[in-house]
């Protein structure tokens, strides 16, 4: 028999151990293609670009579906989308990286760099500015358009003139009008247009060879286009099923606010350049660009429960488990750092009602399996100890289990919201009967919710439960007689009844 050599059986299992984690690899990047082909189909996303990176190294890189639907053109890799209000975290680089120069600090005021700014404007520090908590007035009209005609001093004119919204550092609300303002700092700073400053300083040092400036107006090479299902009728607005055209146009001087076009992968390689080194040189930099701002009560605020707090131009998602910095735009485009595990994710599309946020935390689950939903993640603390006793001792026991947890701990609470959307989560995981116990636990809980009554109404439908969905429909509109969609389900149903029934001789 012959010998084999210590360092050959060595290598033979080293080669099997990388074997093993390339197969995991393309069985998660396998899975992950499924899960967001479904997702596109069910959001009628027309194309949609993601981009993982995992140990500084761009692991998966992937494009499906039409960058223009009239002309049928598939999109690639090459393809170009509009990142929107992505755009805020590169003016955060940008902003750092002049602090590293010592050109100014984030905790100066804005009126110690730019002239002829209001009174009531001149309390206001840059970092408020850049997470949104500086009480300026919106440079965005009614009609979601930036003021001034696309020229910038009648901009400035116009909303220079308008009162505070509230004291700095009050409250969180989303403002286009420090951003504006940033692009004149960087510019003033820098002694260049702060889209020459950015391109330089961060397209160019990352290898972003497809990422530019531009809106719907220029002509972009490989451009994925913009697209929607809400349609202006009057003063209101509808969806419809199928996409339609959108367009949006940045003034160049609105283009810190939103205006860059990229790719997953030159954002892929953004990432990976930010983390390396190469965009702000200091650790403690990168730290204060991702540490969310406080409000004067000392707590922070957000977008929603998932983006619930604002960095320097990079909204946070703060959370024990998991946390990450998620900057998103349009409601088309977002990309996940998490801060405490080895992993980032991109995700782009064209539709505007796309909301890829809402769908990278499941991607992020392929990796690190805790973060699927189906496992639990994401879910408030004491939905997670439900959950728990549910899985050991049967959902058909919901019920009981919350009165056992409530005794062993008089502030265990749920809420019927979170309840609700539980149980949502459930349908569409496809575990109907679990969907439904939770649901029959929510009315159980919050008999007087005609909300939750609907909902249960639903799940009985789905599962075919139609006399229990009868019932529960018209327990909701007894609740609350302006529920239409109770009203138009009760006369859907028993008109079908009605037609399953025998006919008499």
């Known amino acids: 028999m012959k010998l084999i050599s210590f360092a050959t059986i060595f290598l033979l299992l080293l080669g099997s151990i990388n074997i093993s984690t390339q197969a995991q690899q393309i069985t998660a990047s396998d899975s992950i293609d499924v899960f967001l082909k479904n997702k596109m189909q069910q959001r009628r996303i027309p194309a949609l670009q993601i981009a993982v990176i995992r140990g500084g190294k761009i692991v998966k890189d992937t494009t499906f579906g039409k960058a223009n639907l009239e002309y049928n053109i598939n999109a690639t890799n090459e393809t170009v989308f ?27 005021l804005l009126s110690l760099h730019l002239d002829s700014l209001p009174d009531a404007w001149r309390k206001i520090t840059i970092q ?86 531009g809106d719907s107006y220029d002509v972009i090479p490989n451009y994925a286009g913009a697209y929607t299902l809400t349609k202006k009728m009057g003063s209101r607005f509808i ?23 990229s790719t997953a992968t030159d954002l892929a390689n953004w990432i990976i350049a930010l983390k390396g080194g190469k965009l702000l040189k200091k650790p403690a930099s990168v730290d204060t660009l991702w540490t969310p701002a406080r409000l004067n009560n000392g707590k922070i605020g957000g977008f929603n429960f998932l983006t619930n707090g604002y960095a320097l131009g990079w909204p946070t998602v703060t959370r024990e488990e998991h946390p990450a910095v998620g900057p998103v735009g349009g409601g088309r485009s977002a990309l996940f750092v998490y801060l405490k595990d080895d992993l980032s994710i991109v995700l782009l599309t064209n539709l505007m009602q796309g909301n890829p946020d809402q769908l990278i935390d499941e991607v992020a689950g392929y990796y690190i399996p805790d973060m699927h939903e189906a496992n639990g993640f994401g879910l408030p603390a004491n939905l997670k100890k439900l959950r728990a006793e549910l899985l050991k001792q049967g959902f058909d026991k919901s019920l009981a289990v919350v009165k056992k947890l409530k005794k062993k701990d008089s502030n265990f609470q749920l809420s019927e919201a979170e309840l609700n959307g539980w149980g949502y989560q459930l349908i569409s995981q496809k575990n109907l009967p679990a969907a439904l116990s939770i649901f029959k636990l929510n009315v159980a809980l919050y008999p007087g919710s005609a909300n939750a009554f609907d909902s249960l109404a639903e799940a009985d439908e789905i599962t075919d439960h139609q006399a229990e969905a009868l019932l529960n429909y018209k327990k909701s509109l007894a609740l609350n007689p302006k529920n239409k969609n109770a009203a138009e389900r009760i006369k859907a149903i028993e008109e079908s009844i009605l037609k399953k029934a025998p006919v008499k001789k």
């Open 82 to 108: 509009s990142i929107n209000s992505i755009t805020k975290a590169f003016v955060g680089i940008a902003i750092m990286q002049l602090a590293e120069e010592g050109k100014l600090k984030i905790t100066d």
């Open 128 to 213: 408020q500015v850049l997470s949104h908590i500086s009480g300026l007035p919106d440079i965005m009209d009614a009609d979601e358009q930036v003021m001034g005609h696309n020229d910038e001093q009648e901009a400035m004119q116009k909303v220079k003139a308008l009162p505070i919204e509230f004291q700095p550092g009050e409250k969180f609300s989303y403002n286009q009008t420090g951003y504006v303002l940033l692009g004149q700092l960087i510019t003033k700073l820098s002694g260049m247009h702060f889209t020459k400053f950015i391109e330089e300083r961060q397209f160019e040092v990352s290898g972003m060879k497809l990422t530019r400036f």
């Open 239 to 261: 969806r419809n099923k199928t996409p339609g055209h959108a367009y949006m146009q940045f003034p160049v001087f609105f283009r810190t606010a939103a205006g860059i076009q």
